[in-house]
């Protein structure tokens, strides 16, 4: 089993920055995937980004692109979204997730993280 807690969610201003932090823990494979998705009301749960832990690949979806940044601090199991420039568009619930590579669909998900922005 593998826990995630995410934290770090609020209410920002349109052009402000946040920073999302998912704390991992539990039974983890090497390596392995992690991923930021968001879901807004009355929408489909979207990826944002993911990043490869053993050698920091990372991917971002174009919305976010530019904006917001993937990254891991190895020593504490945690991996971080740097969200800059909000957009009250990036308004959603922020779920941390993991996978193994092989896999196609993410594995645990955390309980997500509500990030508002206002116009």
């Known amino acids: 089993q593998v826990q995630l807690v995410e934290s770090g969610g609020g209410l920002v201003q349109a052009g402000g920055s946040l920073r999302l932090s998912c704390a991992v823990s539990?039974?983890?494979?090497?390596?392995?995937?992690m991923g930021w998705f968001r879901q807004a009301p009355g929408k489909e749960r979207e990826f944002v980004a993911a990043?490869?832990?053993?050698?920091?690949?990372?991917y971002y979806a174009d919305s976010v692109k530019g904006r917001f940044t993937i990254s891991r601090d190895n020593a504490k199991n945690t991996v971080y979204l740097q969200m800059n420039s909000l957009k009250p568009e990036d308004t959603a619930v922020y779920y941390c997730?993991?996978?193994?590579?092989?896999?196609?669909?993410?594995?645990?998900w955390g309980q997500g993280t509500q990030v508002t922005v206002s116009s």
């Open positions: 539990g039974r983890t494979f090497s390596p392995h995937v």
């Open positions: 990043i490869r832990w053993s050698d920091g690949t990372t």
């Open positions: 997730a993991y996978k193994r590579p092989v896999v196609s669909n993410y594995e645990y």
